[in-house]
């Protein structure tokens, strides 16, 4: 998820009503177990606004944004939604994705997914790895 909002209209509640509009879209929607976001490293107000918000950090991505030619990092934030889980492991990456595919009636991933270890992190929801992002 993206917000943005022009200089002049900043602290005027703009934001605020943005979020808490995809948010509660996200809530509508039983399937979405989190929210998503990126912020460039050096934007405090930002940050702060979205850890008001019930945002958790998850990571660091170097070099993400490349603008007027200089590279700046971003941190990834994330809202669990549904009483869902935040997961930040591979396995918990590669639980929910199976289960996803499961649900699309796919015998393989059905399988696949039925396989699995106890004490899968069956409920979590996955911090998408470098590689995807």
Same mark, same amino acid.
């Given at each position: 998820?993206?917000?943005?909002?022009? %200089?002049?209209? #900043?602290?005027?509640?703009?934001?605020?009503?943005?979020?808490?509009?995809?948010?509660?879209?996200?809530?509508?929607?039983?399937?979405?177990?989190?929210?998503?976001?990126?912020?460039?490293?050096?934007?405090?107000?930002?940050?702060?606004?979205?850890?008001?918000?019930g945002f958790e950090y998850i990571?660091?991505?170097?070099?993400?944004?490349?603008?007027?030619?200089?590279?700046?990092?971003?941190?990834?934030?994330?809202?669990a939604m549904h009483d869902a889980?935040?997961?930040?492991?591979?396995?918990? @990456? @590669?639980?929910?994705? @199976?289960?996803?595919?499961?649900? @699309?009636?796919g015998s393989i991933f059905s399988?696949?997914?039925?396989?699995?270890?106890?004490?899968?992190? #069956? %409920?979590?929801?996955?911090?998408?790895?470098?590689?995807?992002?």
């Amino acid at each position: 998820m993206t917000v943005g909002v022009k %200089d002049e209209y #900043r602290r005027r509640g703009v934001g605020t009503k943005l979020l808490q509009w995809a948010l509660a879209a996200a809530e509508r929607d039983p399937s979405i177990g989190a929210v998503f976001l990126h912020v460039i490293t050096y934007n405090d107000a930002a940050i702060e606004f979205y850890r008001r918000n019930g945002f958790e950090y998850i990571r660091t991505h170097e070099h993400f944004y490349h603008i007027r030619g200089k590279d700046y990092g971003c941190h990834v934030y994330a809202k669990a939604m549904h009483d869902a889980t935040l997961s930040r492991t591979p396995r918990g @990456l @590669l639980t929910w994705l @199976l289960d996803a595919l499961s649900s @699309l009636g796919g015998s393989i991933f059905s399988a696949l997914a039925s396989s699995d270890e106890q004490g899968a992190e #069956r %409920d979590a929801v996955p911090v998408v790895p470098d590689s995807m992002v």
